[in-house]
Structures are given as C-alpha cells and as structure tokens.
C-alpha cells in the first residue's frame, strides 16, 4: 500500500482544514488506516484512526470532539476532517495503514504517508 496525503496548509486558529489520504493498492479496505502528527522536537503522536469493517473510530483525547476521520473505500481515501484547530495541533500530518491490534501506536502502522504540514496562527 502505498499512501500519499494533502491538505495541509496555514490557518488561523478556530479555522479548520480538512487533510485527505489517497492510497493505492487493491486491498486498502482491508487495513485500519490512522493519522500521526509529529511536531518539531517531539514525538510521533495518535491522532484518529478508523477501522476497515464497520468504520469504528478513535482519537486521542486532545482531539476528541473537534477532528474527525472518514474513509471512503470505494476511493480508496481517508478524511481528517480538523475543525476548531488550536496552535498545539501544528504539525506534520502522517497517514499510516495497518492491521495490528496497537491502534495508537506507530507500531500497530506497517505504511506511512510522506506527510503534510499543518500550521495553525495564533
């Protein structure tokens, strides 16, 4: 699988972006798709994730209630649809595939985007 995201750019904070995944690959659908972020200095954070099946979705508590992640697998595409955006969510957006059982972990993710830069003005 192969996956290529967008959608990233500059906003003002309270704006919102919304980042896609496009991926290739015949068995896309098959895979839990999730989005990382990485922020200069830290770590490689959870974002949401979705499941292949029923479309289950998680997200980390920052932000909860404020992103949401969609897949579309007839496009073979996944949303991150980011709204109220806040300065501490600027980063470098990755999307990632997988199949293992560690949903938040960059583990659980055998493919990786090339990621897209978010930045959020104060």
């Known amino acids: 699988v192969q996956l290529q995201a967008s959608g990233g750019g500059l906003v003002q904070a309270g704006g919102s972006l919304r980042l896609s995944c496009a991926a290739s690959?015949?068995?896309?659908?098959?895979?839990?798709m999730g989005w990382f972020r990485q922020a200069p200095g830290k770590e490689r954070e959870f974002v949401a994730a979705?499941?292949?099946?029923?479309?289950?979705?998680y997200y980390a508590n920052s932000v909860k209630g404020r992103f949401t992640c969609s897949r579309d697998n007839a496009k073979n595409t996944v949303y991150l649809q980011m709204n109220s955006l806040k300065p501490e969510d600027a980063a470098v957006y990755y999307c990632?595939?997988?199949?293992?059982?560690?949903?938040?972990?960059?583990?659980?993710?055998?493919?990786w985007g090339q990621g897209t830069l978010v930045t959020v003005s104060s």
């Open positions: 990632a595939a997988g199949g293992a059982a560690s949903v938040t972990l960059v583990r659980g993710y055998d493919y």
């Open positions: 690959g015949r068995t896309f659908s098959r895979y839990r």
């Open positions: 979705i499941s292949w099946g029923n479309g289950y979705t």
